[in-house]
């Protein structure tokens, strides 16, 4: 089984930045995706980022050139870099690792991002 443990949410204003953590217990080179994902009250769970072991990004349309998908891998971390924030960017983010075999899918236990003035 693997834990993911997301973490950096919170309230910002428009305009604003937010950096969010995901700490894996196994080693994130290991699976065919790590990534980001967001669901909004009444939404149904969206695509924000995804980052392959060979360093291949994947962004949805509405955040390319504002958010930006990072990892260490020394501490199986992957991190979301996200700036210019907009109040359609509120949602809860959920950090995801697929593995190769069926493309099984972890995820982690969600992390509020609220923006508002």
């Known amino acids: 089984q693997v834990q993911l443990v997301e973490s950096g949410g919170g309230l910002v204003q428009p305009g604003g930045s937010l950096r969010l953590s995901c700490a894996a217990s196994r080693n994130i080179l290991n699976f065919k995706t790590m990534g980001w994902y967001r669901q909004a009250p009444g939404n149904q769970r969206e695509l924000v980022a995804t980052?392959?072991?060979?360093?291949?990004?994947n962004y949805a349309d509405s955040v390319k050139g504002r958010f930006t998908i990072s990892r260490d891998n020394a501490r199986n971390t992957v991190y979301l870099q996200m700036n210019s924030l907009k109040p359609e960017d509120t949602a809860v983010y959920y950090c995801?690792?697929?593995?190769?075999?069926?493309?099984?899918?972890?995820w982690g236990q969600g992390t509020q991002v609220t923006v508002s003035s």
């Open positions: 995801n690792a697929r593995e190769y075999v069926g493309n099984y899918d972890y």
């Open positions: 980052l392959t072991p060979g360093g291949s990004t």
